[in-house]
């Protein structure tokens, strides 16, 4: 590693520390009756944000077995804010997709998210908020260099797994 490497990656670090605070107290301002865990959500907001899947897919995406993916879709559908429905193509399958009440959900833990960054980032001195515009394109494009971020498709098709 270069030097100031470990330096570099301990700020990576707490930022990301940081950034899931965030979004924690975000869902924890949700109304009563719209709360959701932060594995629900990220399951919610890839339906929402990505279009719809199927279970196997998501589950990948999430990082979890297809049992706990079943469970967290499980929930989600109770409350309606997903809902099933057939595939156009292969009838064993069943779509995932977001409700409007799931969308809106999802809205507000962005809106929250994006005011919350937005005032950090005013915080900061003109030239840092400079670099951090100039550079941050260059760190995501390092992170697509390891692969797709799971769920990146952004066709508005079903996705179906492959067997």
Do not use: W
Not at 17 to 22: A, D, E, I
Not at 55 to 74: C, F, H, N, Y
């Amino acid at each position: 590693m270069a030097a100031g490497s470990e330096q570099l990656l301990d700020a990576m670090t707490e930022v990301s520390r940081h950034l899931l605070r965030l979004m924690t107290q975000c869902l924890d301002q949700l109304p009563q009756g719209d709360e959701v865990s932060a594995t629900q959500y990220r399951a919610l907001a890839a339906l929402a944000q990505r279009g719809p899947r199927n279970a196997s897919v998501l589950a990948e995406e999430l990082g979890v077995g297809r049992p706990a993916a079943t469970k967290i879709v499980d929930r989600l559908a109770r409350r309606r804010l997903i809902r099933r429905r057939p595939h156009p193509e292969d009838r064993r399958q069943v779509i995932l997709e977001a409700t409007d009440r799931g969308f809106e959900i999802v809205r507000a833990v962005q809106h929250c998210r994006r005011r919350r960054l937005a005032r950090v980032l005013s915080e900061l001195d003109p030239a840092a908020r400079d670099a951090l515009e100039r550079d941050l394109p260059a760190l995501l494009a390092a992170f697509s260099m390891h692969g797709p971020t799971p769920g990146a498709r952004t066709d508005p098709q079903p996705v179906a797994a492959k067997r």
